[in-house]
Structure formats: structure tokens, C-alpha cells
């Protein structure tokens, strides 16, 4: 049997004699030529089939198999600049592996979102879906070039906990052998537990949060890259998730702009967006910007939305805004000197309305500072014990942040909604597939 190749190795066979292993994806006909498209999730191919270079029972095959039979083609590789991806197979011959019996339910024509969510488990082998996912690969494994790159040590963090990060509306609970436990809204607590052996740390995981919410930004059920820094300020912070961001961008553009073609994504245009530096402004300067486009906000109000997308839109790049009001921020958040009324934190705002892709703060470093805002937010201290104890041996200023894998890949992508970035979304009405 010739040599088994993926189809993104073809460029490096051409006239040679190879065998691609995938399943049919679409079929046509013209005169007495035959032309089948395989997919083997690297990629697409045409293969071509004439009654002079191809066996008679294969070519009659080409007639009768129908979408997503899983096969074997054997033939040889010539390049062809009208075919998808510039290379084609003059097919010899096909081996079925396994020929459905009923017409796949996801046929090449417009479906609904309710059909295609139930047919996730199906819908995730079209080619649109195929481009998002490989964009998705690629933003994961940008995150962990780049913290190789920064000298981060990559570690874990528990997904059944005891406390709560983000507030405890938005807790999933459990029950843990008797004990009351939750699903975790966040890493960051056992990270900044981490840093403090490990100087800088990170982590790419799954949260939790049982919001009840409809919007095209929201999941159950997402990741997050967590990364918690040791000696760093709010500014070392802020520089270092726009580092990471540009080169997460530039990393997709660079390994996956044939994806991004077939999103009909900018290429460009995304580059643009992050080269310069991102933009930055307080949380009060935002209120304004948001009140200027015709958003009501008032001081104090979390974003929503549409308070996201004015200043998306206004600035065309990726925003910080900064100093938030302390009361609508969690606990953990150091609290500026200058004014204890807001905190050295800050969310980044994806461009094209996109909206917030990064939370992050320094955080609280002083054991007097923890407990009188523990206090300050009604929360017990005994579940806290441990958290307390990183600042009573060794307590350096530090700082992080988690960036949302799903709203930076939709952001990338172009995609109007979230529940495309992830294989499985789990959303407020969805649990199934």
C-alpha cells in the first residue's frame, strides 16, 4: 500500500503515489469525470476520477457513497492552483471503511441553530466548524509558547473547591461527601498559592459559573488561561497581558490564515489591531465614553453589553479600562493607594465588539488588608484560612489575571457567537450533546 499521508503533507508528494485516510465530505460530477472532495482534519482535497486512471469498481463507487462515508484513497499528487488547497489526487482507487446506511443528518444547505446544536456532535465536521477549531488549537498552544517563552511554570488547580472567587450567585454546588463544595469559578486563588513556590504560573482550565444568561458571550462551562506573577505590580500586569494577546494573534495569523480564509476573517486587519499599544482608560473616563455614544451608565454600574461595545467600537483596539470602583469588584483585589476607593485591576475589552476577554488586578498582599475586606464583603474567614496564610509567611506584591479561551477565540474567528468557539458549549439551555 502506498505511503498514508494527511492532506496539509501533500505539498511534499507531489507525482508521488499516496494514500489519504478521511471521510467524504462532498461529491459532483462533470461529463464522465468524477470529482470527490475528502476531508481528514488537516485539511480538504479534491479527488479526481476518470475511467482511464481509475478502477472501474472505484469509479463506479464515486457515484454511490454517500456524505461522511469513511474511506481510503489511493493516487497521485499533482498540483492544481483551482483546487482546494492547490493540490489534488488523480485517484486510483477507494477502499471504504464504512458506508452509512441513512443520509447524514447535516446535508450542504442552510440549517437552523436549534437543529445544528442538537447535531453538535455532527455539525462540528463542516468546514466552517473545522476552521473554528483549528483557530482554537492554535490560540491554546499560543498561550503556552508564550508563558514558555516569559519563563513560566506551567501547574494545576482543583476544579472542586470549597470557596468561592467571583461571588457566590454564580456558584454551582456540590456535595462533597457530606461537605458543601462548588464547582470552581476560577484558579486564581491555588495559583497565587503556586506563585509564591514557583515565582510565575499558569494554567489552562475549565470555570464554572451558573449565570442565567442568554447573550452570544456567555457559557456555563468555558476555559481560561490563569497566570498569577510573583513581584509583579498592576503595571508589570497590564504589560504583560498585552504581550500576551499580540502574540496570540500573530501566532494564529502565522499557523492558521488558510482557517482564517475560510472564516473570510482579515487577516490584516487583525494585525493591525494589535500592533500599536492598546488603548487604556479609567473606569470613570469610560462611563463618560459610554454616556457620550448614547449608552445610559451611571458611576458604579458593572458593564454590560452594550456599555462593552461602545467602547469597542470608540476606540477600534483593545482597551484597558482600569480602577474600577472597589464595591463591584471582588474581594481579592488590592485597593489603590491613592484612592481606596478603586482598585488596581483592570478588564480588557476586545475590539469589534467583542467585549471583555481579560480580568485581572494586583491583589491583596497584607494579611490586615485580607481580612478587613473579607469582612467588608460578608464572607467567613474559616474557609479562607489557607488564603490567609499567604500573607502571613512571605507575602510579596502580586498580581494576575485569566483571559477567557472562548470570547478571544470568537474575537479572532469572527464568529457572532460564543457557543461555536468551544466543541461543546454548555449554555443555560443546553446540556445536551
Known amino acids: 500500500m502506498p505511503q498514508a499521508v494527511y492532506i496539509e503533507e501533500l505539498p511534499s508528494h507531489v507525482g508521488k503515489e499516496?494514500?489519504?485516510?478521511?471521510?467524504?465530505?462532498?461529491?459532483?460530477?462533470?461529463?464522465?469525470?468524477?470529482?470527490?472532495?475528502?476531508?481528514?482534519?488537516?485539511?480538504?482535497?479534491?479527488?479526481?476520477?476518470?475511467?482511464?486512471?481509475?478502477?472501474?469498481?472505484?469509479?463506479?463507487?464515486?457515484?454511490?457513497?454517500?456524505?461522511?462515508?469513511?474511506?481510503?484513497?489511493?493516487?497521485?499528487?499533482?498540483?492544481?492552483?483551482?483546487?482546494?488547497?492547490?493540490?489534488?489526487?488523480?485517484?486510483?482507487?477507494?477502499?471504504?471503511?464504512?458506508?452509512?446506511?441513512?443520509?447524514?443528518?447535516?446535508?450542504?444547505?442552510?440549517?437552523?441553530?436549534?437543529?445544528?446544536?442538537?447535531?453538535?456532535?455532527?455539525w462540528i465536521r463542516m468546514r466552517r466548524q473545522f476552521a473554528i477549531l483549528r483557530v482554537r488549537d492554535a490560540v491554546l498552544w499560543a498561550i503556552r509558547e508564550f508563558f514558555k517563552r516569559e519563563g513560566f511554570v506551567a501547574t494545576e488547580c482543583p476544579i472542586i473547591v470549597g470557596t468561592q472567587v467571583e461571588g457566590t450567585t454564580t456558584l454551582f454546588p456540590l456535595d462533597y461527601f457530606g461537605e458543601p463544595a462548588y464547582l470552581s469559578q476560577s484558579g486564581q486563588l491555588y495559583l497565587e498559592a503556586t506563585c509564591m513556590a514557583l515565582g510565575k504560573v499558569?494554567?489552562?482550565?475549565?470555570?464554572?459559573?451558573?449565570?442565567?444568561?442568554?447573550?452570544?458571550?456567555?457559557?456555563?462551562?468555558?476555559?481560561?488561561?490563569?497566570?498569577?506573577?510573583?513581584?509583579?505590580?498592576?503595571?508589570?500586569?497590564?504589560?504583560?497581558?498585552?504581550?500576551?494577546?499580540?502574540?496570540?494573534?500573530?501566532?494564529?495569523?502565522?499557523?492558521?490564515?488558510?482557517?482564517?480564509?475560510?472564516?473570510?476573517?482579515?487577516?490584516?486587519?487583525?494585525?493591525?489591531?494589535?500592533?500599536?499599544?492598546?488603548?487604556?482608560?479609567?473606569?470613570?473616563?469610560?462611563?463618560?465614553?459610554?454616556?457620550?455614544?448614547g449608552v445610559p451608565m451611571e458611576y458604579g454600574d458593572d458593564f454590560g453589553a452594550p456599555a462593552e461595545d461602545a467602547l469597542s467600537h470608540h476606540f477600534g483596539r483593545p482597551v484597558f479600562v482600569e480602577r474600577f470602583p472597589?464595591?463591584?469588584?471582588?474581594?481579592?483585589?488590592?485597593?489603590?493607594?491613592?484612592?481606596?476607593?478603586?482598585?488596581?485591576?483592570?478588564d480588557l475589552i476586545a475590539p469589534e465588539g467583542y467585549g471583555e476577554i481579560i480580568g485581572g488586578s494586583q491583589r491583596v498582599d497584607t494579611e490586615e488588608e485580607l481580612l478587613r475586606q473579607l469582612d467588608e464583603y460578608r464572607l467567613p474567614r474559616e474557609p479562607y484560612r489557607w488564603y490567609i496564610d499567604l500573607r502571613r509567611w512571605g507575602s510579596v506584591?502580586?498580581?494576575?489575571?485569566?483571559?477567557?479561551?472562548?470570547?478571544?477565540?470568537?474575537?479572532?474567528?469572527?464568529?457572532?457567537?460564543?457557543?461555536?468557539?468551544?466543541?461543546f458549549p454548555r449554555m443555560l439551555d443546553r446540556l445536551y450533546p
Open 18 to 122: 499516496v494514500a489519504v485516510r478521511g471521510w467524504l465530505f462532498n461529491k459532483r460530477s462533470s461529463g464522465k469525470i468524477r470529482f470527490l472532495i475528502v476531508r481528514d482534519g488537516t485539511g480538504c482535497l479534491q479527488c479526481v476520477a476518470t475511467v482511464k486512471d481509475t478502477e472501474a469498481e472505484s469509479f463506479e463507487l464515486c457515484e454511490r457513497l454517500p456524505q461522511e462515508t469513511s474511506l481510503i484513497v489511493t493516487g497521485t499528487v499533482r498540483a492544481d492552483p483551482r483546487a482546494p488547497g492547490g493540490y489534488e489526487l488523480l485517484l486510483k482507487k477507494i477502499a471504504p471503511v464504512q458506508i452509512p446506511k441513512e443520509q447524514f443528518p447535516i446535508a450542504l444547505k442552510e440549517h437552523g441553530v436549534g437543529f445544528l446544536m442538537e447535531h453538535r456532535h455532527l
Open 202 to 293: 499558569y494554567w489552562i482550565g475549565p470555570a464554572f459559573r451558573a449565570e442565567k444568561s442568554k447573550t452570544r458571550r456567555h457559557l456555563t462551562e468555558f476555559w481560561m488561561a490563569e497566570a498569577e506573577m510573583a513581584y509583579f505590580d498592576h503595571e508589570d500586569n497590564l504589560a504583560l497581558q498585552e504581550r500576551l494577546v499580540r502574540y496570540i494573534v500573530e501566532y494564529v495569523v502565522s499557523e492558521r490564515n488558510r482557517e482564517l480564509e475560510i472564516l473570510e476573517r482579515d487577516a490584516e486587519a487583525l494585525t493591525r489591531e494589535v500592533e500599536g499599544p492598546f488603548a487604556r482608560v479609567t473606569y470613570g473616563e469610560a462611563v463618560e465614553i459610554v454616556n457620550a455614544a
Open 326 to 346: 472597589a464595591r463591584i469588584k471582588p474581594f481579592y483585589m488590592k485597593r489603590a493607594p491613592d484612592d481606596p476607593s478603586v482598585v488596581l485591576g483592570a
Open 397 to 423: 506584591p502580586h498580581s494576575g489575571f485569566g483571559l477567557g479561551v472562548e470570547r478571544t477565540v470568537a474575537w479572532i474567528c469572527g464568529i457572532k457567537h460564543i457557543r461555536e468557539a468551544i466543541p
